[in-house]
């Protein structure tokens, strides 16, 4: 879909459909409903007298012209109270119309920046916020299907503002959703993609497309470098499989300062079997996105690189399996992660741990100024928040805030979880220094507290991603499958700590 931003009166356009809004409570059209209305001869003011149109968040409406403009229908949609409007509510009503439309084979449509001056939006905010809109509420994975959808796809659409004044605000929001909403839609499709297309060797591959297209400096660290920097826990995770892992870093630098930033950690675990710790089958294959963090990351420093803020940001992933095999893990086993501390396995299927102190040992030694990582780690957060809020965990009060708000602006809800000491008691382990289980109660939080450790004193947060990694149906612009959670989060967090 094409969408650019445009000067003129949106009566006068041409397109399969033009979209405007009317708010609950309201009793006529005013602002461009009411030039839509005036072109229709009042039949909009009738629907409303008439009880058609409420306005109710998501109502949809459609009118045809029958010639009396260019655009061949008019939909109102409903934003539901002026009061209750934001930006997410936007994006939502804005996918929701696009799909409808898809349906009835309409491929082109105008809008304008919807919600804007109301409720505090601005007209940036409102351009933006229908882009992403549009954009992630069309998003499919049909990559693998070789009949054609059913329905057409929107190829065009523009946002329309009469106030020349206000075009250059229409066109950032444009580009900022843009940005965003294609990154998003990166790590969805790399989420979706089943385990034997989307291997570590795959991540690495895909990594090396974005350093290429998007100017950021690729390294990929084999097996033997692994070795040689100490990461018994990385590669205890991928002895078990016949697919090399991958040590994958993406870097951006828009600073000139020769010190990182933020260093953005994602778990990639290309499929999670559980190991000789075996998961049971059913469900089995959502395991394909256990590296939807590492999908994450790799979109959200994509789309930092083309927003060029000024600030050094480093994306790391380290990239495994996790089968069971002759080789593979053992409970009972222990390993010595990147900087000496000890493990003892209690569960080969607490895999994400694993790897995870690695990444953050290796965040450690380059010295990065804040961490943050991100990963589908424990069923027991699924458990805890369902698929809506994501759990934050961490070690620096301000930069939890920081990340709720960042997650706030995008509209990928964050609750911050607890993380008491008293929680460590459970890591406990008679043999080595840590163990990889804190046993089934809290589960996520004990898993965040193994992951402390390995951060240290350097500011850092944990986001647990497995309940809103996935989504189980279309709701608003999340379709079935990955939900690209928490992309948009990341660019958003790195934009408001550059300077
Ligand atoms: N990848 C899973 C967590 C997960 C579960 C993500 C469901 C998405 C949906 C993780 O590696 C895992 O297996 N965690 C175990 C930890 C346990 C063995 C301590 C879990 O949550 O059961
Ligand atoms: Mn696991
Ligand atoms: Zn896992």
């Known amino acids: 879909m094409e969408i650019k931003a445009t000067v003129g009166d949106i009566t006068k356009i041409k397109a399969g459909a033009i979209i405007v809004n009317f708010f609950e409570g309201m009793t006529h059209p005013d602002g461009d409903l009411a030039t839509v209305d005036k072109a229709l001869d009042g039949a909009i003011s009738q629907l409303i007298s008439q009880g058609e149109i409420k306005g109710k968040l998501s109502e949809i409406t459609i009118v045809h012209s029958l010639g ?25 009503v804005v996918a929701e119309t696009c799909r409808l439309l898809r349906q009835k084979g309409i491929d082109s449509m105008a809008t304008i920046a919807q919600g804007a001056g109301v409720a505090g939006i601005s007209v940036e905010g409102a351009a ?66 089943p385990a034997n297309y989307m291997t570590p060797g795959q991540m690495a591959e895909t990594a090396k497309q974005l350093a290429e297209n998007y100017g950021l400096e690729l390294s990929v660290l084999e097996s033997e470098q692994m070795q040689e920097l100490g990461m018994e826990a990385l590669l205890g995770v991928a002895r078990g499989s016949l697919e090399p892992p991958k040590f994958i870093t993406l870097n951006y630098k828009g600073s000139d300062s020769t010190e990182i930033d933020v260093a953005l950690v994602g778990k990639g675990i290309t499929f999670d079997s559980g190991g000789i710790s075996i998961k049971p089958s059913e469900k089995m294959e959502e395991m394909k996105g256990d590296m939807a963090g590492g999908a994450a990351v790799m979109a959200a420093i994509s789309a930092i690189a083309q927003l060029e803020p000024k600030i050094n940001v480093i994306a ?27 493990i003892e ?75 008491h000491e008293e929680y460590k008691e459970q890591n406990k382990s008679d043999v080595a220094d840590i163990k990889n289980v804190g046993g089934r109660y809290g589960g996520a939080i004990t898993a965040a507290q193994f992951l402390a450790e390995f951060a240290g004193d350097t500011p850092w947060v944990h986001l647990d991603i497995a309940g809103t990694s996935l989504s189980e149906k279309e709701r608003t612009y999340l379709v079935k499958g990955a939900t690209g959670v928490p992309v948009r989060t990341l660019v958003n967090l790195v934009l408001s700590l550059a300077t």
């Open 68 to 92: 009396k403009f260019p655009a061949a229908r008019v939909v109102i949609a409903g934003l539901g109270k002026p009061s209750e409007l934001s930006r997410d509510k936007v994006r939502g």
């Open 128 to 193: 933006q916020a229908v882009t992403e809109g549009a954009l992630l509420g069309s998003y499919s994975f049909r990559k693998h299907m070789t009949k054609e959808a059913e329905y057409g796809e929107i190829k065009e659409l523009t946002i329309v503002d009469a106030d020349e004044t206000k075009f250059p605000s229409l066109e950032q929001g444009c580009n900022r959703g843009r940005i965003l909403a294609e990154a998003t839609n990166l790590a969805r499709d790399m989420a979706n993609e």
């Open 316 to 342: 790391i992933i380290p990239a495994t399996e996790n089968l069971p095999s002759g080789k593979a893990l053992k409970p009972g086993d222990i390993l010595t992660a990147m900087g000496g501390k000890t």
């Open 345 to 419: 396995i209690i569960s080969t299927d607490a895999e994400g741990r694993l790897i995870l102190a690695d990444a953050l040992g290796y965040a450690k030694k380059l010295g990065t100024k804040h961490i943050v990582d991100v990963a589908t780690l424990t069923g027991a957060m699924r458990v805890a928040l369902g698929d809506i809020y994501s759990g934050a965990f961490g070690n620096n009060q301000e930069l939890i805030d920081r990340v709720i708000a960042a997650g706030a602006e995008a509209g990928e809800l964050i609750w911050q979880m607890p993380m």
